[in-house]
């Protein structure tokens, strides 16, 4: 790669950002207390919008702070607050299985690799990386409302049908 | 201002230019609205004169509030959450000093000018939320945790009426870009007339009331203040806050209200804008640069009206009980901006 090719100050941004969300990731499995690990946990979704960003993908990486830190999050906060948040150290949080959740994600992390280097291999998705320029949101739509218009009205009727369901669940009589 | 000067500007330069303009935009309004309205005008409302003592009519009551809580203790409960505690207040002022990032105040008059503004700017809003439950959390005091959950419930209930009010000047705009929202207002015309631009009050005045009433609810001002209710929840999540760390939340409810008033005024308003057939400007590249100056000064009056409106509201109306605050988002504003967004659309196709 010739030095013209190179963003230094993304690559820079992109490796202070891929630390503190790997230390914040870890963070989040081995606190030993529940809000703790929701905060941390906001810590490595919010490292995924700015690394969005770091790509020009701005919409993607408000969405990422829209749907996750915004809403998720939240609401994650709100239901740990009202049943179990005990301020300090909580002895029980650890389950006995904790350790087959290793293959399970060096598995994971196997097939994402392979599938995306199968599927991209040394591909770029510009030839010039400095010439970079975000996405309009036009773009976007018209892709999701044009070509992507099935699986969108599928996507909605699935959460259509999980309000519903929600509703019903939550009624008593 | 700020584009104009990065030209031949170094990074630096620019980025110190950004956050001094940022602190500006955050802090002179949270100032002027803490005096102007909740000193003098809630006095003149409950006949009686407010300060008096610090200078001319009290005009410098503001430093002497500055200056009595940097003086005071920063108490820190025995059981809290020390770090958390402390940076909750930091989390609740940052969301303000980001939702100012994207208001436009002038054709180059900007501090970034993103492609989907209005997006960041609900996305960015909803932050303070996490800030709210974290301090709620950390005081380890059961007022301050129902405070902070009232407030959760709340501005999730209140946020979405708020997006969708601002559909409607989007679907109208054609754009989500602040800039492009204010030059579609001031360059458009009503019925082939553009002697006033077409500022969104008008024709989306539906989405103007929903988003007006979203804010106030956002804000946590009466009638939506059930998660401040003194007479029940002591002060909500800001109960053990002292010092500085009050100050910081006092000052950030304050500079958010500015800062949608700000966002307010270029929603529905015309932003900094004056309607284009005044001076014959066809799009912006033809607005003089003299609007970057007078620009921010038309932006802070619309600022200081909306502002009035909210205060006036805050100092008129009982408040809400949390079942009928929660009812009225759901059951009232919701429907009707669907509605609106409904019309609004049908209307953009068939005009």
Avoid: C
Avoid at chain 2, 22 to 28: D, R, S, T
Avoid at chain 2, 54 to 74: C, H, I, N, R
Avoid at chain 2, 207 to 231: K, N, R
Wanted: charged letters at 10%; hydrophobic letters at 60%; zero cysteines.
């Amino acid at each position: 790669m010739i030095a013209a090719d190179l963003l230094v100050a993304q690559n820079v941004g992109f490796g202070i950002i891929s630390l503190l969300m790997i230390v914040a990731a870890l963070r989040v499995v081995t606190v030993n207390n529940v809000v703790h690990a929701a905060l941390w946990l906001v810590v490595v979704l919010s490292g995924a919008a700015a690394q969005y960003l770091l790509l020009s993908a701005e919409f993607v990486a408000i969405t990422q702070v829209l749907v996750y830190v915004g809403a998720v999050m939240v609401l994650f906060l709100f239901g740990t607050m009202l049943t179990r948040a005990r301020i300090g150290a909580e002895s029980d949080l650890n389950n006995k299985n904790w350790a087959l959740g290793i293959p399970v994600a060096l598995l994971m992390l196997g097939v994402m690799s392979y599938v995306i280097i199968d599927g991209f291999g040394s591909e770029r998705l510009i030839e010039n990386p400095g010439d970079m320029e975000p996405i309009p949101v036009q773009v976007i739509s018209d892709d999701i409302f044009g070509p992507y218009l099935l699986p969108f009205w599928a996507l909605s009727f699935v959460l259509l049908v999980a309000v519903i369901g929600a509703i019903v669940l939550a009624r008593k009589d | 201002m700020i584009a104009l000067l990065a030209a031949d500007l170094p990074y630096w330069a620019q980025t110190l230019l950004r956050i001094l303009g940022g602190l500006v935009a955050v802090l002179l309004p949270a100032g002027t609205i803490v005096y102007l309205f909740l000193f003098k005008m809630m006095s003149f409302m409950q006949s009686r004169l407010g300060p008096m003592e610090a200078g001319p009519y009290g005009s410098m009551q503001l430093f002497a509030e500055v200056g009595k809580w940097l003086q005071k203790e920063d108490i820190t409960p025995a059981r809290a959450d020390r770090v958390i505690f402390k940076i909750a207040p930091l989390v609740v002022l940052a969301s303000t000093f980001l939702l100012v990032a994207v208001v436009p105040f002038g054709p180059d008059a900007w501090f970034t000018n993103f492609e989907a503004g209005v997006f960041y700017l609900l996305a960015v809003s909803s932050v303070s939320v996490l800030g709210i439950l974290m301090a709620g959390w950390s005081s380890a005091n059961k007022y301050s945790l129902l405070g902070g959950l009232r407030a959760a419930g709340q501005l999730i209930a209140y946020e979405l009426p708020m997006v969708l009010a601002v559909i409607g000047v989007i679907i109208q705009a054609g754009t989500m870009n602040l800039q492009g929202i204010v030059v579609a207002q001031n360059g458009g015309e009503i019925f082939g007339w553009n002697g006033l631009g077409n500022p969104y009050i008008l024709t989306q005045f539906t989405g103007f009331i929903i988003f007006m009433i979203a804010v106030q609810a956002e804000l946590t001002q009466t009638p939506f203040d059930m998660p401040i209710a003194e007479s029940e929840l002591v002060s909500g999540y800001m109960t053990e806050y002292s010092g500085f760390r009050f100050l910081t939340f006092f000052i950030a409810e304050f500079a958010t209200a500015g800062v949608f008033s700000l966002i307010a005024s270029v929603l529905f308003l015309g932003g900094w804008g004056v309607p284009f057939a005044w001076f014959d400007w066809k799009s912006i590249d033809d607005v003089s640069d003299w609007m970057n100056v007078v620009g921010p000064l038309i932006m802070f009056t619309k600022m200081m009206v909306l502002a009035f409106v909210i205060m006036w509201v805050r100092f008129s109306y009982p408040r809400f009980r949390e079942d009928q605050l929660q009812r009225f988002a759901w059951k009232v504003l919701i429907p009707i901006s669907l509605v609106n967004i409904m019309i609004t659309a049908i209307l953009k196709v068939a005009f």
